[in-house]
């Protein structure tokens, strides 16, 4: 058999194959007492996009189980189970088969299960129900059923630690069984027409005591909306995805009515202890969040930012919002205000380039010739005036635009008008997004018509090119900005020049900078950088600034102490 693929795009998604699965391993603290070596089991599917959907949702009730297991582990062991509780298991288990069987008839039988049409549902249910009958008779168990035996007695309103040698473990087997008869016979019912009503739940849990959907389902719904009104981008999505998941680990997945302000406070106290890059990290991969945290204290790994706390917390707020608007019930907002104070300071998030740095970055192998495109930071005589690893730091520093807005342009998008050369930063196609969806127009300053950008384009556009740099890639987001972020990164660093606070970025913050050292008026600075313009300038108006307007400021601009002579400038030798 195959070795599973590690895959890109979440933690425990593998393939086998052509077919995915979710691979986790037994956190450390029940590894001895968990049944399992490590939670592995098939996707079912052979589609990348649903395979992540799938692995998230999979990943959650992982969590689950270790969480319950916890409980278990620190509970008194029972050696027995009474009558009563075998009572209460089997109408729970009864409860719950019969609610699996309504949801899936709700869904038209297409949802995540063995049956996709109501024939093969019903054959399903007749093929499961022949095989229990047969274990039931003689007394036999498969490996199934003592899986589900261990899940019930982790549900709400079970939870009850069975010792591993205890003869209950048969009875309560044969108890399901039992349960699972019934179910069947009760759902065939349902295939012949007849009424069944689904029990209430009994259990006592919390799904009992609130009511509104619990947040895992609630979120399904945002989420299906907003990729339906195409509200969020594959990066935003994926965020959200990861913080709506990290919490649920660790409040649990309970209907949105029950989550009090402790539970919010409790995810950002996590948060502040939570090492960044965590799945990335050698120490910390694989590890659930609070494994994570104390990984970090002991190994002493930088935590995530203020900035990034602030935007899971926000994440979370707006889906409580947005689940306000659904519901009937007053959603209370546990949420906010509870980000982190930042003093209204962007530069404890990210630093610009010093001088010297810059005319590092500016005076290395990429533009003063290197070795070859792979070994791009060492001295040679390879030309890299016709690479997008030429051309995106100095878009970055003289025009201030962010990576991914340089990294999509269009061919089409490097226009001119009245003798001003320009680019159009828009959303075009499905691949092309504009942060807030701030569409503008940037002159490009007379350093880069110098250093013959315009000359570069047009190579591309008589190759009859569509875009600036047709090399990049889209990445698992949807982001043409992925791998290069990761490669300018990389190459500060063997320059010696990268800190924790700089990277593409950076270059941003030096064009707000020379702008307002050149005295240009705020309200254009922001225009050319795509924010959104403060107070009553922001309210009235249309926002619009004259392109002769922009291109006169952004001639203005420079760099004091930089010198960019010693660039020879494109050279027609390369593409990319």
Request: charged share 30%; with cysteine; glycine share 6%.
């Amino acid at each position: 058999m195959a070795a599973l693929e590690k895959m890109p795009g979440h933690p425990r998604l593998y393939r086998r194959n052509a077919t995915y699965y979710h691979r986790a391993a037994i956190p450390r603290d029940i590894a001895a007492t968990y049944p399992k070596s490590e939670e592995t089991f098939s996707l079912k599917t052979k589609d990348y996009q649903e395979a992540l959907r799938l692995v998230r949702v999979a990943a959650v009730e992982v969590d689950r189980r270790f969480a319950a297991h916890r409980r278990r582990q620190a509970s008194v062991a029972q050696p027995e189970l009474t009558p009563e509780q075998l009572q209460k298991i089997h109408d729970e288990y009864y409860r719950h088969l019969l609610e699996e069987d309504e949801e899936n008839r709700l869904a038209g039988f297409a949802g995540y299960t063995a049956a996709k049409s109501f024939d093969d549902a019903q054959a399903l249910n007749e093929d499961l129900a022949a095989e229990t009958r047969r274990q039931y008779a003689r007394g036999e168990a498969d490996e199934f059923f003592y899986g589900e035996a261990e899940d019930v007695l982790a549900w709400d309103g079970i939870d009850i630690n069975l010792t591993p040698d205890s003869p209950s473990w048969v009875r309560l087997v044969r108890t399901l069984h039992e349960a699972s008869l019934r179910a069947a016979e009760a759902i065939s019912e349902r295939f012949q027409g007849q009424i069944v009503e689904t029990p209430p739940d009994a259990t006592g849990s919390a799904t009992a005591d609130h009511s509104g959907p619990r947040l895992s389902v609630l979120f399904a719904e945002r989420e299906e909306e907003a990729q339906r009104t195409g509200k969020w981008s594959p990066k935003l999505l994926d965020d959200y995805r990861q913080w709506t998941e990290l919490f649920i680990e660790l409040a649990g997945d309970r209907p949105i009515l029950s989550y009090k302000k402790p539970d919010a406070r409790e995810f950002k106290n996590v948060l502040m202890s939570l090492p960044s890059n965590r799945n990335k990290r050698r120490q910390t991969k694989g590890l659930s969040a609070m494994e994570a945290v104390e990984a970090g204290k002991a190994y002493d790994l930088p935590t995530l930012s203020v900035s990034t706390i602030n935007k899971a917390l926000g994440r979370l707020q707006a889906t409580w919002e947005w689940a306000s608007k659904q519901l009937d019930e007053e959603v209370l907002d546990i949420f906010g205000p509870m980000k982190l104070d930042t003093n209204g300071n962007a530069r404890g998030e990210a630093d610009p380039f010093s001088t010297a740095q810059l005319q590092a970055i500016f005076s290395s192998p990429i533009y003063s010739g290197c070795r070859s495109t792979r070994l791009r930071a060492e001295p040679g005589d390879t030309d890299m005036s016709g690479t997008s690893w030429y051309w995106l730091p100095l878009l970055g520093l003289w025009t201030g635009a962010r990576l991914n807005e340089l990294c999509q342009l269009g061919i089409d998008d490097v226009a001119e008008e009245n003798g001003i050369w320009f680019l159009r930063l828009r959303e075009g196609d499905d691949t092309q997004r504009i942060k807030g969806g701030k569409k503008r127009n940037v002159p490009l300053h007379p350093e880069l018509i110098r250093l013959g950008f315009i000359d570069y384009v047009e190579e591309k556009r008589r190759a009859r090119k569509d875009r600036v740099f047709p090399r990049l890639k889209l990445d698992a987001k949807g982001y043409y900005s992925g791998q290069p972020s990761k490669d300018f990164s990389a190459y500060i660093a063997k320059l010696g020049t990268k800190t924790d606070k700089t990277s593409f970025h950076s270059f941003r913050h030096n064009f707000k900078d020379a702008c307002r050292h050149a005295g240009i008026n705020p309200d254009i600075n922001d225009i050319l950088l795509g924010h959104a313009l403060p107070g009553m300038a922001g309210r009235y108006g249309d926002g619009n600034i004259p392109l002769h307007r922009l291109y006169e400021a952004m001639c203005k601009v420079e760099y004091s102490g930089l010198s960019l002579q010693h660039i020879k400038g494109y050279q027609r030798v390369r593409s990319a």
